[in-house]
């Protein structure tokens, strides 16, 4: 394991990567504490905040089909940024448990599933963890 792939990086891919990765922990956090308080709602909204800055910033990171050729990530970006709205007015209406199931499949989705995509060979999170 080695962090010199990402200290390579542009600053964009870093700030996406950081951002990324405390969306994961803030995450775990979020489903492990009580719901409905207001360190839940304080907790949620710094979790949409970084989850739409790794949203965002994918938009710049254009690598996957060629510098500066957007790919279906760029639609999945586009998609999560949509998920996070409804989620938040789905919570905002009362509807609770359509909040909390659009929450779990932006976790697993946007960041977990697309997350194990970062570490296919030739990607620098890859490079990062398995050193290929």
């Known amino acids: 394991m080695s962090l010199a792939p990402l200290l390579a990086a542009p600053w964009l891919v870093q700030a996406h990567v950081a951002a990324a990765l405390a969306a994961i922990v803030l995450g775990l956090v979020q489903f492990t504490r009580p719901k409905g308080t207001g360190a839940h709602r304080l907790l949620g909204w710094?979790?949409?905040v970084l989850m739409a800055v790794v949203a965002l910033s994918s938009i710049g990171i254009t690598g996957v089909a060629g510098p500066?050729?957007?790919?279906?990530?760029?639609?999945?970006?586009?998609?999560t940024l949509c998920g996070l709205a409804a989620a938040v007015f789905l919570a905002r209406r009362g509807?609770?448990?359509?909040?909390?199931r659009s929450m779990i499949g932006l976790y697993l989705g946007a960041l977990l599933v697309t997350g194990a995509f970062t570490l296919l060979p030739g990607r620098i999170m890859g490079r990062v963890v398995f050193g290929w």
């Open 46 to 48: 710094c979790w949409v």
């Open 68 to 79: 500066g050729r957007f790919s279906w990530i760029h639609g999945l970006s586009a998609f």
């Open 95 to 100: 509807r609770i448990g359509a909040h909390r």
